[in-house]
T-cell receptor
Framework: EAQVTQNPRYLITVTGKKLTVTCSQN?????MSWYRQDPGLGLRQIYY???????DKGDVPEGYKVSRKEKRNFPLILESPSPNQTSLYFC?????????????FGPGTRLTVL | QKEVEQDPGPLSVPEGAIVSLNCTYS??????FMWYRQYSRKGPELLMY????GNKEDGRFTAQVDKSSKYISLFIRDSQPSDSATYLC????????????FGTGTRLTVIP
């Protein structure tokens, strides 16, 4: 089954404790991205990657890092989480950057930073 | 002013009703328009995709774009309880998944 998986699905942590949210897709997609979803603000892009070793900032990259060492994986790293990073996070993938109409989203990771 | 405005609802309708969901936008350069459906505790899934103005129909769903008014709509005919979800509009001016502007979503409940 074609899918985007994220782990963990739920995470409660404390300020400053480094964490990684994993994202994996099994569709051989070149393009992957991370979003955060907040009430009243909608989905905002954090980082995206057009291919292996190619990443770029989205609209709200501050406080986040990403890496793309393999095509299927695109982890999101919070080096020193803060309470304002409490949010619902989604990973997404599509065959290429241009394939706006075939973007698949993962199930989401709900992060709470105390 | 936000690039994309969407009434958050919530919107409750009886089963079988026609539902109208809407978004307005400020950037006249937007030409790619999408509607996503997001069930509770799930990621968004693309429902409809249209380019430029006009209508597009897919089963019970019709997407409508009025560029002159900067207004897009999603109509759901014969609404079903399974349509209960949050509906997000998204749009962009150039082709590229890194360039989407999302609405905040409208929560819809279809009551049996």
């Amino acid at each position: 089954e074609a899918q985007v998986t994220q782990n963990p699905r739920y995470l409660i942590t404390v300020t400053g404790k480094k964490l990684t949210v994993t994202c994996s897709q099994n569709m051989n997609h070149e393009y992957m991205s991370w979003y955060r979803q907040d009430p009243g603000l909608g989905l905002r892009q954090i980082y995206y990657s057009m291919n292996v070793e190619v990443t770029d900032k989205g609209d709200v990259p501050e406080g986040y890092k990403v890496s793309r060492k393999e095509k299927r994986n695109f982890p999101l790293i919070l080096e020193s989480p803060s309470p304002n990073q409490t949010s619902l996070y989604f990973c997404a993938s599509s065959p290429s950057l241009a394939d706006t109409d075939t973007q698949y989203f993962g199930p989401g990771t709900r992060l709470t930073v105390l | 002013q936000k690039e994309v405005e969407q009434d958050p609802g919530p919107l409750s309708v009886p089963e079988g009703a026609i539902v109208s969901l809407n978004c307005t936008y400020s950037n006249s350069a937007f030409q790619y328009f999408m509607w996503y459906r997001q069930y509770s505790r799930k990621g968004p899934e693309l429902l409809m995709y249209t380019y430029s103005s006009g209508n597009k129909e897919d089963g019970r769903f019709t997407a409508q774009v009025d560029k002159s008014s900067k207004y897009i709509s999603l109509f759901i005919r014969d609404s079903q309880p399974s349509d209960s979800a949050t509906y997000l509009c998204a749009m962009s001016d150039i082709l590229g998944a890194n360039n989407l502007f999302f609405g905040t979503g409208t929560r819809l409940t279809v009551i049996p």
